[in-house]
């Protein structure tokens, strides 16, 4: 069921990261921070790369990925190797063993506002990972708004939009929660510092549960 109730938000992921190939010289190692079970990642990404370096708090990640992933993998083949614990604490090891890698922060840095239970660590955090992706390719995927919204996802027409810093707009949140019927209280990730500032960022609908939705950013920065 959540297979289906993800497949458009899925859609427009894949999309997002297909739009890599636009950009000149690219590597052909990932680091994946966070990468789960890689329920939204796009295979064809994936057989882009020949070596796929997976860090993941979770222990079941590798099994759970490869499950998923490794007819992909082996097809293209694409090695995959994990790294099992914090990535605030395990980036460093993994830049300095993957110097031309490209760095994808796939959906985990939402979270960190919980785990820090502080706003000024979270965008020093934040903050601190725009200057650790100093010289690299990298792209983040990630919550920025969350909540109740009434919106059937079947019909919902609501999956995408495309947002500019750069010209100075403000986050469009009217309309994204009238294009989810946002119910109640949403919860603000703090994550508005993830990317640098100026730069145009997809804002893509996630309906993580039936009637919860979270409004998910991503965006590629090259910083080669
Ligand atoms: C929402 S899931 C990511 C989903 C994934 N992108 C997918 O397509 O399935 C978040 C993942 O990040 C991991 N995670 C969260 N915080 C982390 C941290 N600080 N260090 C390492 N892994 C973390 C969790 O274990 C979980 O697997």
Not at 24 to 46: C, H, Q, T, V
Not at 101 to 122: H, K, M, P, Q, W
Request: aromatic share 10%; proline share 5%.
């Amino acid at each position: 069921m959540a297979r289906r109730r993800w497949a458009a938000t899925g859609e427009q992921l894949a999309r997002w990261m297909a739009s890599l190939e636009s950009a000149p010289a690219l590597p052909s190692a990932l680091i994946l921070l966070g990468g789960s079970a890689g329920w939204m990642m796009s295979p064809d990404f994936l057989a882009r790369f020949k070596t796929v370096l997976l860090v993941d708090i979770d222990p079941w990640a590798p099994r759970l990925f490869a499950l998923r992933h490794g007819a992909t993998l082996r097809r293209h083949g694409v090695q995959l190797d994990f790294l099992r614990g914090d990535v605030h604490e395990l980036l460093d090891r993994a830049l300095a063993a993957q110097p031309q890698a490209c760095v994808l922060f796939d959906n985990f840095l939402g979270l960190d506002s919980i785990y820090t239970r502080s706003l000024e660590v979270t965008a020093r955090r934040m903050r601190g990972i725009r200057q650790r992706m100093r010289g690299r390719l990298w792209g983040s995927v990630h919550d920025r708004l969350s909540g109740p919204g009434t919106a059937d996802w079947r019909h919902a027409d609501c999956w995408a939009r495309d947002w500019s810093a750069q010209s100075g707009q403000a986050l469009p949140q009217q309309d994204m929660f009238a294009s989810v019927q946002a119910q109640g209280h949403w919860l603000d990730h703090h994550t508005e510092h993830v990317l640098p500032p100026g730069l145009n960022t997809r804002l893509i609908a996630w309906p993580i549960v039936p009637g919860r939705w979270h409004w998910l950013e991503a965006a590629w920065v090259d910083a080669r």
